[in-house]
């Protein structure tokens, strides 16, 4: 920044030097100028006076009149006073001569006549000149002799200015071109000689600029050690000084190295203690905190493994864990309990061992189960006989699962048992009840019906038209009544579970022509049109007979039941595909529908949605049969469902009903149960 | 009383105004009948009179229906002669064990007219 300051400021000191030079100049040679013109003009007015001396010597005799031409151009020409000039008189009037004014000085003669009359006049010089249009009109008037004052001839000599100053532009541009010349001369010893001289200084600027930056091998330039005068003793002294502190330089840097190394080492050996202490610490207050959380870990999963521990040995259900080999690592106290045997008695005893609780069930149950846990590895649940250690039979409800580790292997067998033999107990005691229960009304309906048959066979007697009437109510009734302990039969078995499913290959047409044999004689007297439509011919499906036919025989005898006489009833099988739907229904399986039809009183469509509750009859089934139970299409339901089948149905009242029953077509599943429904 | 047809059933039956009906019903159709109203005696009265067919029940005192039968499947003769167990129980249960000792028929006494009864036990016996 100072550079451009010091630049800058040189410049203006040049500009400041240069116009007062170039002023100097000009009015140097507008001096001149003036000085040469001076002279010129005097120069012309001293010829042009001595010619009119010389006239006016000459001047004898006055002219009669001025105006006469003739006489000045005769008085002239002798005289050769006419090159160049001419001859005016006091009016201007051109009186001689003057004929190459306008071509050579661009003559204006208004001008001229202002300008003549301006400065001559009777009483003002005689001799001078005016300058117009850059030419001099130089005038010399001449008296004449007589007695005519106000005449006065005056003759002018006009001359260019420039004629008169072609002295001085010869010597000006002289002068110039060799003031130029000199100039530049100057300008280029000047230059080189500053340039030598910035030189000299510019290297020793350099020279000085590298020992700052520590570079003492720059070589002193010859020219600046050998420079004349100072600069040369300057740059000579520089150079020894500068040797000197390089050695210097040199010396204490080296030590400043050895110095700093032995300090970098010690400190460094002293970092390094420092970050071994600092990682050690780090180390341990790590190992610390690993410590504490295994602690505080180890506390919780204690605390945690206490509570299962608590829970289990808390829980009412015999719980027992087993080895992957079965032999047994715990049991809570309500195996104890519920088995019988101690804790210490079973430790180390496989599960199956018959010394322990003894199973009273068949090898292949035990065959079973193993292979679900072990084989199969997945959870086992069954129902159990089993005996305690006093030798007390008792039921349980067994739950027995594997427990897989890594790699899905078997670590443990967890066994859950709950002491069921008082459900069972209860259950069987229902069942029989109802058994019971069912076997003593049947006992006198099953009298009443073969008496009311052999009085109407005529056996005691013959019987009157009015007798066979009131006798043949009691037999509607006493049907009633059989069917009704049937249904209630069912319905008990139903709401206990009780019922057994038995599955075989079931040809599905015999069922239900079983069936309408049942119902021919309703069939033959209301002239019903019955139909039979079956996918395929004689198709069997793995199933239980006997819940087939309670299925159909509902379902038909109802069809029967509620349609006039001159309907029809008809029974329809159907094979859909799995994802299939039919009629609004969609099947995962494939799956058999059957169709239950008829063109009966239909269900009216507030009540549809109550038709399958327990002894429900809608209203319009009430009027064509008001002695049915309503029970009949609950064990339907509940049948079906049971087995993992469907029931559904479509009516419109007044025109008719359509039941559809649907089962997986793979079958019915078998059911453990102890009694079959009532047929 | 003489058989018209040929035929002697035995009915064992402890509940007397059953066992009545069904004699009578099966006399008008021509049948020999004889009664007993327990299994004890019913065995005994099988093996010594031989009948054609016997109609059992099942729930007797003394020695039910299935105990009976059981004692006579084990009989020379006793292991061939058909036998319809009637009963009012209404579960086959029995049944699956009846037909290890082979059953004819199992039938449900509320179920079957007596009709319809005769007629079945005439199937059978092909009269």
């Not at chain 2, 009915?11 to 049948?31: C, I, K, P, T």
């Amino acid at each position: 920044m100072l550079n451009t300051f010091r630049r800058r400021l040189s410049l203006l000191v040049i500009l400041m030097a240069i116009v007062p030079v170039c002023v100097l100049i000009f009015f140097v040679f507008t001096s001149m100028r003036n000085t040469f013109l001076d002279q010129q003009r005097n120069s012309v007015l001293l010829s042009l006076s001595r010619d009119v001396n010389f006239f006016e010597q000459d001047f004898k005799q006055t002219p009669s009149d001025f105006s006469d031409q003739s006489f000045w151009s005769e008085y002239f020409v002798k005289n050769d006073l006419v090159s160049g000039r001419f001859l005016v008189n006091e009016n201007g009037s051109v009186l001689f001569g003057g004929d190459h004014l306008v071509q050579d000085f661009s003559f204006d003669k208004n001008f001229f006549l202002t300008d003549f009359s301006r400065h001559i006049s009777v009483d003002s010089s005689y001799i001078g000149f005016f300058e117009r249009d850059n030419v001099h009109y130089f005038f010399h008037r001449i008296f004449v002799p007589g007695d005519i004052p106000e005449s006065f001839v005056v003759v002018f000599e006009p001359v260019l200015t420039s004629d008169l100053l072609t002295g001085y532009y010869s010597l000006r541009n002289t002068l110039l071109s060799g003031g130029a010349l000199l100039l530049v001369l100057l300008f280029i010893i000047g230059f080189l000689f500053f340039r030598r001289l910035s030189e000299h200084a510019v290297s020793f600027v350099e020279l000085i600029r590298s020992v700052e930056n520590g570079d003492y091998s720059q070589p002193v330039p010859a020219f600046l050690l050998s420079a004349p005068g100072d600069f040369g003793v300057l740059a000579r002294a520089f150079q020894s000084m500068r040797d000197k502190l390089h050695l210097a330089h040199d010396s204490l840097r080296s030590d400043v190295d050895r110095k700093t190394r032995a300090l970098q080492m010690s400190l460094e050996h002293a970092r390094q203690d420092n970050h071994a202490l600092s990682v050690s610490r780090t180390a341990l207050a790590t190992a610390l905190e690993d410590v504490r959380e295994e602690r505080d870990r180890s506390k919780m999963l204690l605390q945690e493994s206490q509570k299962f521990r608590m829970a289990v040995d808390a829980a009412s259900d015999h719980i027992v864990i087993a080895d992957a080999d079965s032999v047994i690592l715990y049991a809570n106290p309500a195996a104890e309990r519920i088995t019988g045997f101690l804790f210490e008695e079973m430790r180390g005893k496989k599960m199956e061992d018959s010394s322990l609780w003894d199973g009273l069930m068949e090898d292949s149950f035990y065959e079973d189960l193993w292979k679900t846990v072990r084989d199969r590895k997945e959870a086992f649940v069954a129902e159990v006989r089993n005996r305690r250690k006093n030798g007390e039979e008792y039921y349980s409800a067994v739950s027995i699962s594997p427990v897989l580790g890594d790699g899905g292997k078997i670590v443990f067998f967890v066994s859950v048992e709950r002491d069921i033999t008082e459900q069972k107990m209860i259950d069987q005691s229902k069942t029989e009840f109802m058994s019971l229960a069912s076997h003593q009304l049947r006992t006198p309906l099953s009298t009443v019906r073969w008496y009311l048959e052999l009085i109407l066979g005529g056996d005691a007697g013959r019987v009157t038209k009015q007798q066979k009437m009131y006798l043949e109510e009691l037999v509607v009734a006493n049907h009633r009544m059989i069917e009704l302990v049937g249904a209630l039969l069912n319905v008990s078995r139903l709401e206990l579970g009780t019922f057994r499913v038995d599955p075989q290959s079931v040809v599905v047409p015999d069922v239900v022509r079983d069936v309408f044999r049942e119902l021919r004689s309703e069939i033959v007297m209301k002239k019903l049109v019955v139909e039979e439509q079956y996918h395929a011919k004689n198709f069997a499906m793995l199933a239980d007979r006997n819940l087939f036919h309670v299925v159909f025989q509902n379902l038909l005898s109802n069809a029967v039941k509620y349609t006039p006489v001159d309907g029809s009833v008809s029974f329809a099988s159907e094979f859909v595909s799995s994802h299939k739907s039919l009629r609004g229904q969609k099947f995962d399986v494939d799956t058999v529908v059957f169709s239950v039809t008829d063109t009966g009183c239909g269900i009216p469509s507030d009540q549809q949605d109550r038709v399958f509750s327990k002894l429900f009859r809608a209203d319009n089934a009430r009027s064509v049969d008001p002695d049915g139970n309503g029970l009949g299409l609950y064990v339907v339901k509940s049948v079906v469902e049971s087995v993992g089948g469907r029931i559904w149905f479509e009516s419109i009242e007044g025109k008719g009903a359509t039941f559809y029953v649907s089962f997986a077509s793979s079958g019915m599943k078998s059911r453990d149960g102890s009694r079959d429904l009532v047929v | 009383m003489k058989s018209s047809n040929g035929h002697t059933i035995l009915v064992v039956e402890d509940e007397d105004s059953l066992s009545q009906a069904v004699s009578m019903r099966l006399s008008s159709s021509g049948f020999r009948v004889l009664r007993q109203s327990n299994g004890h005696e019913g065995l005994a009265c099988a093996l010594k009179e031989r009948p054609d067919l016997i109609l059992l029940d099942i729930v007797m005192p003394v020695m039910d229906g299935m105990e009976m039968l059981s004692a006579l499947r084990k009989d020379e003769w006793g292991k061939d002669v058909p036998v319809i167990l009637l009963s009012n129980l209404s579960d086959p249960s029995y049944a699956a064990g009846a037909i290890e000792f082979g059953v004819f028929d199992f039938l449900v006494k509320s179920d079957w007219s007596l009709d319809d009864l005769c007629r079945k036990i005439c199937q059978h016996l092909g009269c």
